[in-house]
Protein backbone atom coordinates (compact mmCIF):
# COMPACT_ATOMS: atom_id res chain seq x y z
CA UNK A 1 0.00 0.00 0.00
CA UNK A 2 1.48 3.16 -0.52
CA UNK A 3 0.93 5.60 1.92
CA UNK A 4 2.36 8.54 0.08
CA UNK A 5 -0.88 8.78 -1.77
CA UNK A 6 -3.24 9.66 1.22
CA UNK A 7 -0.93 12.89 1.38
CA UNK A 8 -2.91 14.44 -1.54
CA UNK A 9 -6.17 16.24 -0.49
CA UNK A 10 -8.16 14.48 -3.67
CA UNK A 11 -7.65 10.98 -2.27
CA UNK A 12 -7.15 11.99 1.51
CA UNK A 13 -11.08 13.30 0.89
CA UNK A 14 -12.63 10.25 0.68
CA UNK A 15 -10.63 7.92 3.08
CA UNK A 16 -11.59 10.88 5.72
CA UNK A 17 -15.74 10.41 4.99
CA UNK A 18 -15.18 6.82 5.16
CA UNK A 19 -13.35 6.82 8.47
CA UNK A 20 -15.00 9.62 10.30
CA UNK A 21 -18.52 7.33 11.10
CA UNK A 22 -16.03 4.79 12.92
CA UNK A 23 -14.60 7.24 14.94
CA UNK A 24 -17.48 9.40 15.47
CA UNK A 25 -19.31 5.83 16.80
CA UNK A 26 -16.28 4.44 18.87
CA UNK A 27 -16.30 7.92 20.94
CA UNK A 28 -20.59 7.46 21.20
CA UNK A 29 -19.71 4.42 22.79
CA UNK A 30 -16.36 5.15 24.91
CA UNK A 31 -19.02 8.23 26.27
CA UNK A 32 -21.41 6.42 27.49
CA UNK A 33 -19.51 3.12 29.19
CA UNK A 34 -16.85 6.34 30.26
CA UNK A 35 -20.42 8.20 31.87
CA UNK A 36 -21.69 4.50 33.48
CA UNK A 37 -18.36 4.06 35.24
CA UNK A 38 -17.79 7.70 36.17
CA UNK A 39 -20.97 8.33 37.36
CA UNK A 40 -22.50 4.97 38.36
CA UNK A 41 -19.88 2.44 39.34
CA UNK A 42 -17.06 4.48 40.53
CA UNK A 43 -17.44 5.11 44.70
CA UNK A 44 -17.76 8.49 46.47
CA UNK A 45 -14.19 9.49 47.40
CA UNK A 46 -13.37 9.83 50.85
CA UNK A 47 -12.01 13.23 51.27
CA UNK A 48 -13.47 14.90 47.99
CA UNK A 49 -16.81 13.50 48.60
CA UNK A 50 -19.28 13.98 44.54
CA UNK A 51 -16.78 16.88 43.66
CA UNK A 52 -13.98 14.42 42.58
CA UNK A 53 -16.18 12.97 39.34
CA UNK A 54 -15.10 16.47 37.84
CA UNK A 55 -12.16 13.98 37.01
CA UNK A 56 -13.55 12.40 34.25
CA UNK A 57 -14.33 15.40 32.12
CA UNK A 58 -11.32 17.48 33.17
CA UNK A 59 -8.10 15.23 32.88
CA UNK A 60 -8.91 13.76 29.17
CA UNK A 61 -9.89 17.35 28.16
CA UNK A 62 -6.51 18.64 30.12
CA UNK A 63 -4.61 15.60 28.19
CA UNK A 64 -5.85 16.00 24.46
CA UNK A 65 -5.36 19.80 25.22
CA UNK A 66 -1.60 19.55 25.20
CA UNK A 67 -1.43 16.19 22.78
CA UNK A 68 -3.61 18.17 20.01
CA UNK A 69 -1.26 20.66 20.40
CA UNK A 70 1.57 18.69 19.68
CA UNK A 71 0.34 17.58 17.38
CA UNK A 72 -0.59 20.36 15.68
CA UNK A 73 2.76 21.43 16.06
CA UNK A 74 3.80 17.88 14.31
CA UNK A 75 1.87 18.92 11.13
CA UNK A 76 3.53 22.37 11.07
CA UNK A 77 6.53 21.05 11.02
CA UNK A 78 6.17 18.68 8.32
CA UNK A 79 4.25 21.48 5.98
CA UNK A 80 7.35 23.63 6.67
CA UNK A 81 9.66 20.45 5.96
CA UNK A 82 7.75 19.01 2.90
CA UNK A 83 5.70 21.78 1.83
CA UNK A 84 2.28 19.28 1.72
CA UNK A 85 -0.48 21.38 1.48
CA UNK A 86 -2.94 18.65 3.87
CA UNK A 87 0.08 18.92 6.44
CA UNK A 88 -1.22 22.55 7.09
CA UNK A 89 -4.53 21.78 6.31
CA UNK A 90 -4.54 19.60 9.18
CA UNK A 91 -2.69 22.10 11.47
CA UNK A 92 -5.61 24.81 10.55
CA UNK A 93 -8.59 21.74 11.14
CA UNK A 94 -6.95 20.69 15.09
CA UNK A 95 -6.73 24.41 16.27
CA UNK A 96 -9.85 25.09 17.25
CA UNK A 97 -10.76 21.40 19.18
CA UNK A 98 -7.85 22.19 21.04
CA UNK A 99 -8.67 25.29 22.00
CA UNK A 100 -12.17 24.01 22.69
CA UNK A 101 -10.36 20.87 24.77
CA UNK A 102 -8.33 23.63 26.75
CA UNK A 103 -11.22 25.88 27.34
CA UNK A 104 -13.45 22.54 29.01
CA UNK A 105 -10.12 21.42 31.21
CA UNK A 106 -10.10 25.24 32.31
CA UNK A 107 -13.28 25.62 32.95
CA UNK A 108 -13.67 21.92 34.86
CA UNK A 109 -11.05 22.74 36.78
CA UNK A 110 -12.26 25.64 37.76
CA UNK A 111 -15.42 24.47 39.47
CA UNK A 112 -13.30 21.63 40.48
CA UNK A 113 -10.97 24.15 42.41
CA UNK A 114 -13.82 26.14 44.35
CA UNK A 115 -15.01 23.50 46.07
CA UNK A 116 -11.87 21.35 46.91
CA UNK A 117 -9.34 24.16 47.23
CA UNK A 118 -12.29 27.37 47.85
CA UNK A 119 -10.78 29.43 44.97
CA UNK A 120 -11.93 29.26 41.26
CA UNK A 121 -8.89 30.55 39.95
CA UNK A 122 -5.24 30.97 41.40
CA UNK A 123 -2.16 32.04 39.13
CA UNK A 124 -0.63 28.94 40.02
CA UNK A 125 2.24 27.46 36.97
CA UNK A 126 -0.50 24.74 35.85
CA UNK A 127 -3.23 26.91 35.53
CA UNK A 128 -1.42 29.74 34.36
CA UNK A 129 0.63 27.60 31.54
CA UNK A 130 -2.61 26.07 30.56
CA UNK A 131 -4.41 29.78 30.39
CA UNK A 132 -1.18 30.33 27.67
CA UNK A 133 -2.10 27.26 26.10
CA UNK A 134 -5.46 28.67 25.45
CA UNK A 135 -3.84 31.92 24.29
CA UNK A 136 -1.52 29.94 21.46
CA UNK A 137 -4.60 28.17 20.02
CA UNK A 138 -6.28 31.58 19.98
CA UNK A 139 -3.66 33.17 18.47
CA UNK A 140 -3.05 30.60 15.98
CA UNK A 141 -6.81 30.99 14.84
CA UNK A 142 -6.44 34.77 14.97
CA UNK A 143 -3.40 34.63 12.67
CA UNK A 144 -4.85 32.54 10.15
CA UNK A 145 -7.75 34.82 9.96
CA UNK A 146 -5.53 37.82 9.71
CA UNK A 147 -3.45 36.85 6.45
CA UNK A 148 -5.58 36.50 3.49
CA UNK A 149 -2.51 34.33 1.52
CA UNK A 150 -3.47 30.53 2.74
CA UNK A 151 0.08 29.66 2.00
CA UNK A 152 1.57 32.38 3.82
CA UNK A 153 -1.08 32.26 6.74
CA UNK A 154 0.10 28.30 7.05
CA UNK A 155 3.89 29.06 7.01
CA UNK A 156 3.41 31.70 10.26
CA UNK A 157 0.45 29.33 11.83
CA UNK A 158 3.29 26.50 11.70
CA UNK A 159 5.85 28.93 13.03
CA UNK A 160 3.85 30.28 15.72
CA UNK A 161 2.65 26.54 16.64
CA UNK A 162 6.31 25.32 16.79
CA UNK A 163 7.13 28.36 19.11
CA UNK A 164 4.59 27.68 21.28
CA UNK A 165 5.44 24.14 21.59
CA UNK A 166 7.74 24.75 24.60
CA UNK A 167 4.94 25.67 26.78
CA UNK A 168 3.67 22.01 26.74
CA UNK A 169 6.49 20.47 28.61
CA UNK A 170 5.84 23.66 30.63
CA UNK A 171 2.44 22.35 31.54
CA UNK A 172 3.20 18.86 32.12
CA UNK A 173 6.02 19.58 34.06
CA UNK A 174 4.73 22.62 36.14
CA UNK A 175 3.56 20.81 38.99
CA UNK A 176 7.14 19.35 39.64
CA UNK A 177 9.20 22.53 38.79
CA UNK A 178 7.05 24.89 40.98
CA UNK A 179 5.15 24.59 43.91
CA UNK A 180 1.71 24.82 42.95
CA UNK A 181 -2.15 24.46 44.11
CA UNK A 182 -2.37 21.73 41.98
CA UNK A 183 -1.78 18.35 42.62
CA UNK A 184 0.85 16.73 41.09
CA UNK A 185 -0.01 13.50 38.67
CA UNK A 186 -1.48 10.77 40.01
CA UNK A 187 -1.59 8.99 36.39
CA UNK A 188 2.17 8.65 34.47
CA UNK A 189 4.25 6.05 32.32
CA UNK A 190 5.68 4.29 35.48
CA UNK A 191 1.90 4.10 37.31
CA UNK A 192 -0.76 5.07 39.07
CA UNK A 193 -1.83 6.48 42.64
CA UNK A 194 -5.93 6.19 41.86
CA UNK A 195 -8.26 3.43 42.58
CA UNK A 196 -8.59 1.58 39.55
CA UNK A 197 -12.60 1.31 39.00
CA UNK A 198 -11.29 5.42 38.65
CA UNK A 199 -8.79 4.43 36.93
CA UNK A 200 -10.73 3.28 34.72
CA UNK A 201 -13.33 5.28 34.20
CA UNK A 202 -10.96 8.39 33.40
CA UNK A 203 -9.01 5.95 30.71
CA UNK A 204 -12.48 5.21 29.13
CA UNK A 205 -13.00 9.06 28.83
CA UNK A 206 -9.70 10.00 27.43
CA UNK A 207 -10.41 7.72 24.89
CA UNK A 208 -13.87 8.74 23.74
CA UNK A 209 -12.32 12.45 24.00
CA UNK A 210 -9.14 11.13 21.56
CA UNK A 211 -11.68 9.31 19.12
CA UNK A 212 -13.75 12.19 19.38
CA UNK A 213 -11.26 14.85 18.37
CA UNK A 214 -10.00 12.42 15.41
CA UNK A 215 -13.64 12.30 14.32
CA UNK A 216 -14.63 16.11 14.21
CA UNK A 217 -10.94 16.79 13.44
CA UNK A 218 -11.39 14.91 10.06
CA UNK A 219 -14.87 16.13 9.23
CA UNK A 220 -13.21 19.90 9.83
CA UNK A 221 -10.36 19.37 7.48
CA UNK A 222 -12.11 17.72 4.63
CA UNK A 223 -14.15 21.22 4.50
CA UNK A 224 -10.80 23.33 4.86
CA UNK A 225 -10.21 20.95 1.48
CA UNK A 226 -13.41 21.79 -0.36
CA UNK A 227 -12.81 25.55 0.67
CA UNK A 228 -9.35 25.05 -0.32
CA UNK A 229 -8.82 23.23 -3.69
CA UNK A 230 -12.10 24.79 -5.03
CA UNK A 231 -11.97 24.86 -8.94
CA UNK A 232 -9.60 21.40 -9.02
CA UNK A 233 -11.34 18.99 -11.21
CA UNK A 234 -11.63 15.67 -8.77
CA UNK A 235 -13.75 18.72 -6.55
CA UNK A 236 -16.11 19.55 -8.68
CA UNK A 237 -17.02 15.88 -10.10
CA UNK A 238 -17.76 15.26 -6.47
CA UNK A 239 -21.63 13.94 -6.15
CA UNK A 240 -21.87 16.60 -2.94
CA UNK A 241 -20.33 19.32 -4.99
CA UNK A 242 -21.73 18.66 -8.83
CA UNK A 243 -24.42 20.47 -9.85
CA UNK A 244 -27.55 18.48 -9.51
CA UNK B 1 -32.55 9.90 41.88
CA UNK B 2 -32.92 13.65 43.26
CA UNK B 3 -29.75 12.25 45.35
CA UNK B 4 -28.23 11.77 42.38
CA UNK B 5 -28.60 14.87 41.01
CA UNK B 6 -27.58 16.88 44.52
CA UNK B 7 -23.94 14.94 43.78
CA UNK B 8 -23.34 15.11 48.09
CA UNK B 9 -24.09 19.26 48.15
CA UNK B 10 -21.49 19.41 44.58
CA UNK B 11 -24.25 19.43 42.28
CA UNK B 12 -23.61 23.01 41.25
CA UNK B 13 -19.65 22.39 40.66
CA UNK B 14 -20.21 18.34 39.30
CA UNK B 15 -22.89 19.35 36.53
CA UNK B 16 -21.52 22.49 35.79
CA UNK B 17 -18.45 20.97 34.81
CA UNK B 18 -20.41 18.24 32.84
CA UNK B 19 -22.85 20.45 31.45
CA UNK B 20 -20.51 22.79 29.77
CA UNK B 21 -18.74 19.89 28.48
CA UNK B 22 -21.64 18.43 26.74
CA UNK B 23 -22.42 22.18 25.16
CA UNK B 24 -18.63 22.47 24.00
CA UNK B 25 -19.64 19.12 22.10
CA UNK B 26 -23.03 19.77 20.72
CA UNK B 27 -22.00 23.35 19.68
CA UNK B 28 -18.46 22.24 18.07
CA UNK B 29 -20.72 19.30 15.85
CA UNK B 30 -23.41 22.01 14.46
CA UNK B 31 -20.57 24.82 13.70
CA UNK B 32 -18.51 21.92 11.93
CA UNK B 33 -21.88 20.93 10.24
CA UNK B 34 -22.74 24.30 9.23
CA UNK B 35 -19.89 24.95 7.91
CA UNK B 36 -19.60 22.15 5.88
CA UNK B 37 -22.99 23.18 4.14
CA UNK B 38 -21.94 26.83 3.93
CA UNK B 39 -18.27 25.34 1.68
CA UNK B 40 -20.35 22.75 -0.11
CA UNK B 41 -22.60 25.81 -1.70
CA UNK B 42 -20.07 27.73 -2.10
CA UNK B 43 -18.19 25.32 -4.11
CA UNK B 44 -21.25 24.44 -6.61
CA UNK B 45 -21.68 27.45 -6.95
CA UNK B 46 -18.20 27.87 -8.08
CA UNK B 47 -17.99 24.64 -9.91
CA UNK B 48 -18.55 24.70 -13.97
CA UNK B 49 -21.51 24.13 -14.88
CA UNK B 50 -20.84 22.13 -18.23
CA UNK B 51 -18.73 18.85 -16.04
CA UNK B 52 -20.54 15.93 -16.29
CA UNK B 53 -23.56 17.32 -17.98
Known sequence: ?244 | MSQFFAMGGYGFYVWGAYGVAALVVIAEILSVRSKRRATLAEARLAAPTELGR
Open chain 1, 1 to 244: MNWYRFSSPSSFYPLAGRLIPWFAWAAAALTVVGLYIGLSIAPTDFQQGEAYRIIFIHVPTAWMSMFLYLVMAFWGALFLGFNTRLSAMMAQAIAPTGALMTFVALWTGSLWGRPTWGTYWAWDARMTSELILLFLYLGVIALRSAIDDPRRADRACAVLSLVGAVNVPIIYYSVKWWNTLHQGASVSPTGSKMASIMLAGMLVMSFAAWFYAIAVVLARVRTIIVDRERGAAWLAALPEVAKA
